[in-house]
């Protein structure tokens, strides 16, 4: 029976997992501060229309302070009198452009999540059909599972960068420009680590789970044409 992984592959598979776009870039204190963004089109086998979070940012005050104090402990920032009176100057500013981000963030990351949801389920369908052209997928099934801890990681790295910019837009940044200045800090980093965590995804699939299937249909291949063989 003629092997087509493309069949099995399911059509667009591949085409989704190199088409997940960049991530929005994240604001920071210029004039007033400034954004931007960039995506790619997204491939078109997978519905990928805007879905709500699952989890929205906490917006209690009580444990916002907790979070901030949390933060304060650890980075320890001092600012001197001249950079506190030049923060008080601009972080409203600042804040509409905060706003602006999260609500980039709260529209293009669903798309993204179901993106990645999509792709492991694919994935797990496409295991079925090996495993009934007797095909090996311990390495595939493995991957598999790395694949869902690393989209987990995304997730929960999401949440807490949305998180982040919820805080750094609610902070009374006039009175207090060092829990802004605190908050602006972390907020970056969260959003270094949704960089990190997309690339990393990125490579996972490209350079093992791409290679992994590469290699089944190999496999198949060869046992297909030395079945062929056999029968003539």
Do not use: W
Not at 25 to 31: D, K, N, Q, V
Not at 44 to 66: G, L, R, W, Y
Not at 85 to 102: I, P, S
Request: aromatic share 2%; charged share 25%.
């Amino acid at each position: 029976m003629k092997v087509n992984l493309r069949n099995l592959i399911g059509a667009g598979l591949i085409v989704l997992l190199m088409a997940i776009a960049p991530v929005a870039a994240h604001a920071t204190e210029g004039s007033s501060g400034s954004s931007s963004g960039s995506s790619s089109n997204e491939s078109t086998e997978t519905e990928t229309e805007t879905t709500e979070p699952s989890t929205e940012p906490s917006t209690d005050s009580a444990a916002m302070k907790v979070r901030l104090d949390k933060l304060k402990d650890t980075l320890k920032l001092k600012l001197a009198a001249s950079e506190q009176e030049h923060l008080k100057g601009r972080c409203k500013a600042a804040q509409t452009v905060v706003g602006t981000v999260g609500d980039s963030v709260k529209s293009k990351f669903p798309v993204r999540e179901k993106a990645y949801i999509q792709i492991v389920t694919n994935l797990n369908k496409l295991v079925v059909k090996l495993k009934a052209k007797n095909a090996d997928t311990t390495a595939l099934e493995a991957q598999i599972a790395v694949l869902q801890t690393k989209i987990d990681q995304f997730n929960t790295d999401v949440a807490a960068y949305r998180q982040s910019l919820t805080d750094l837009k609610t902070i009374d940044c006039t009175t207090d420009p060092t829990t802004f200045k605190t908050a602006l800090v972390a907020s970056r980093t969260a959003h270094d680590k949704v960089l990190a965590d997309a690339a990393d995804i990125k490579t996972y699939v490209k350079g093992t789970i791409k290679v992994t299937l590469e290699g089944i249909r190999s496999s198949l291949e060869t046992a297909e044409k030395a079945s062929n063989s056999t029968t003539n």
